[in-house]
């Protein structure tokens, strides 16, 4: 990279956290969120299929794309305490067209494990994962038990859940 290069990509990460991007961004995240909550479980999940059926979007992953993966967990998270703070759960499609909209790249079956569990932060002490469903089932996949005992949380998921939605909730 050369001094252009170089001098460039400082005015570019500058841009990136600056108040005003900040406060950019946090208003795209409430509008995607309010979008995907308007279209629906069933609707989002029959985008999120569509998409990944579209050869022309490449695929992203936490180790080929860093920078895209962070935007993507950023994405998906703001929409899963959305949806924490109404009270409701959220399908994997749902998170998949969150991540989806704020990159242009979609988030593999694969990778979606990651990603959900990605949206874990220590400092909420519950899982927000806990809230992500199947929309075929209405229940975690399968992999979130076995993540969710190794995280110390053994409870079954009706409490996993309420605790989540008592953290984010406003009237928690």
Not at 40 to 53: H, I, M, P, T
Not at 117 to 127: A, E, F, H, I, R
Request: glycine share 8%; aromatic share 6%; net charge positive.
């Amino acid at each position: 990279m050369n001094r252009e290069e170089r001098i460039a990509w400082a005015k570019q990460e500058a841009l990136k956290s600056s108040p005003e991007r900040a406060r950019q961004r946090e208003v795209e995240q409430s509008e995607r969120s309010a979008r995907i909550a308007a279209m629906g479980a069933g609707a989002a999940n029959r985008e999120a299929y569509r998409l990944s059926q579209d050869s022309s979007i490449p695929w992203m992953g936490p180790v080929a794309t860093p920078d895209v993966w962070s935007t993507a967990v950023a994405a998906a998270r703001a929409v899963a305490i959305e949806a924490a703070r109404h009270r409701r759960t959220i399908t994997y499609g749902e998170l998949r067209i969150a991540a989806f909209e704020a990159t242009g790249i979609k988030v593999g079956h694969n990778q979606f494990a990651e990603l959900a569990m990605s949206l874990n932060v220590k400092s909420d002490g519950c899982l927000l994962s806990a809230i992500i469903v199947r929309a075929d089932t209405g229940g975690p996949g399968d992999g979130f038990v076995p993540y969710a005992r190794s995280q110390g949380f053994d409870q079954p998921l009706a409490s996993l859940q309420r605790q989540v939605f008592g953290h984010f909730s406003a009237d928690g």
